[in-house]
């Protein structure tokens, strides 16, 4: 797609050493002997990670320097900051002139939304969509200026958007589809393409999922008629440089160059046409909140601007979105995680408000619909949640209601694949937490305890790939992961932070608490949200290990563990040590 890939390997030994790199991040190329801040030789984004290598996506490769030892250097992304700190300066004059002048006040609070008073009806495209699903897209189709689509965990958000989206386009609408991660866009492409809209994903296609890159902007231009032209212009522009080279009269070298100039001209324009020819032909647009701010999308306005995971996302990006158009559709969970602050003065003064959850509480219901079919969890799974959160307003679909983890293929039916809800009680049992050098929290018994039943699910017949523990501390992921590369047979068991799994799933969930002490302190445990993601990630087992005696001392993590006393199966921690 116009870009080379590098695939950089270690001068000595066949693993890298230790390293911070991530998919995704912005590198600098320099040869190995470079003083920081010294001239790179290119700049890229890290495409795949190995343990041997690293493989980086280049404009342009550099000509030279690429035959002695090199050193690449992570770059701070100031990209994102930068573009937020636009937006909010564009804000202050879009509220005059700009396509979102209409939104601005309903979303400060300043005028009523407004609403179709009829019920709009669709003929949908999905015929499988619930009716919870159905009001939500028709009350989302009567919107004028907002409207919030709160989707309880595995409730089919992304379901609901896609027909939301669907339907919008069959009006004759152009969308800009966004949401805060790559992923999530991607997910909403690969759905969307399905239907063959007519979309485009901006975006840097190292960042794309493989099965998107063919919705990709670059691709699509590369296949546009004013890039193929481009191209030739360019062969052209290589056959005159080769006569300049050789040129000796000077009037003819200045006839070449004068010529070589209008040419590159013409090249670049002939490439901005194929870029906008491609964003104007397209009904949908999709982008990360970020890069809705891509100077390609300069002069084009959207009907309807719709973001998904918004109440994952800080205000300020959806602004980067939201002035693209007159009316929003913001779908999300503000019952769930919100998005990271790092700093805690910005924390104080409220930026970890995202926009949907300050919507919910400005309009409620006049502009909200909750979906209330959930197709993930067993019911028993889902009742605490519902109950504690959601006004016990949440069903579970009949296809999961009573699903079992013995009832997949291959997993036998015993003591451990048998309940629904396990509590594994510590107290008592020697495993007082820890702190480690960052001070996260850890408790090496309880991890010893959460491996021990992964591993009876995994001779039960579980696949190790269908079970995930989840842990509110980082330190305790990586006592986990130690434990578990230990057993062979534990390869594919996934261990992630419970913010780091936030929107997945796994049929079988054990979820570490880790806090055990005399002065009974949770911490951030206590936090609904965190323990609402966690329960929840689980279709057909759950199974929380903790001090049942410490985390009671939270009123909120006392019903918890009341209800999985009542619903589940009990089990001392003694037992796991004993075995
Ligand atoms: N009406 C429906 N009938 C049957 N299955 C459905 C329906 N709606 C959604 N699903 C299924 O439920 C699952 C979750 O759907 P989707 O990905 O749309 O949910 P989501 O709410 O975006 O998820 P998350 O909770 O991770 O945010 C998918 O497997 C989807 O196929």
Known sequence: MGKTLLEFQPNKGDVLPAHKFGTHDVVALKPNKADAGSASLGQGVVYRLKDSSITVAFDDIPEDGLNSPLRLEKLANEVTYRRMKDALIELSKAVQTGPCANLVPVLFGEK?????????????????????????????????????????????????????????????????????????????????????????????????????????????????????????????????????????????????????????????????????????????????????????????????????????????????????????????????????????????????????????????????????????????????????????????????????????????????????????????????????????TMNEGEAAVSIAHAKLLVESGVNASDIGIITPYSAQVTCLKMMRNKDAKLKDLEISTVDGFQGREKEAIIISMVRSNSKKEVGFLSDHRRMNVAVTRARRQCCLVCDVETVSNDRFLKRLVEYFEENGEYLSASEYQSS
């Open 112 to 440: 009523a939304p407004m609403r179709s008073k009829d019920t709009m009806k669709f003929s949908p495209f999905n015929k499988n969509l619930d009716d919870s699903q159905k009001e939500a897209i028709s009350k989302a189709l009567g919107s004028r200026d907002v409207f919030l689509l709160h989707g309880p965990p595995g409730t089919g958000k992304t379901t609901t958007i896609i027909e939301i989206i669907l339907q919008e386009v069959k009006r004759g609408s152009k969308i800009l589809a966004c949401a805060a991660s790559n992923i999530a866009v991607d997910n909403i492409v690969e759905r969307l393409a399905r239907y063959r809209t007519k979309l485009v994903r901006l975006g840097h296609p190292a960042r794309l999922l493989p099965q998107v890159l063919d919705s990709a902007l670059d691709a699509q231009v590369l296949r546009a008629d004013n890039s193929s032209l481009a191209g030739d212009i360019r062969k052209e522009m290589k056959v005159l440089n080769s006569k300049l080279l050789k040129a000796k009269d000077r009037n003819t070298k200045r006839d070449i160059r004068k010529e070589l100039r209008a040419l590159a001209k013409e090249e670049r324009k002939r490439q901005q046409l194929a870029v906008t020819d491609v964003l104007k032909n397209a009904d949908v647009v999709l982008t990360t909140l970020t890069g809705a701010s891509s100077k390609k999308l300069n002069g084009i306005t959207f009907d309807l601007v719709v973001i998904d995971e918004a109440a994952q996302a800080l205000e300020v990006a959806c602004w980067i979105a939201l002035l693209k158009g007159p009316r929003c559709i913001l779908a999300g969970d503000h019952l769930q995680l919100p998005p990271t602050i790092q700093s805690v003065e910005a924390e104080k003064k409220g930026m970890g408000k995202t926009l949907f959850e300050r919507l919910t509480e400005a309009y409620g219901e006049e502009i909200t619909s909750m979906l209330t079919v959930q197709y993930r969890m067993h019911e028993h799974i889902m009742s605490w949640s519902s109950k504690e959160l959601y006004n016990n307003k949440i069903k579970a679909h009949s296809s999961v209601a009573g699903h079992m983890l013995y009832d997949l293929e291959e997993v036998t039916r015993s003591s451990s694949t048998e309940p629904t809800i396990i509590l594994i009680d510590t107290t008592g049992c020697d495993m007082e937490e820890v702190k480690d050098e960052e001070e996260s």
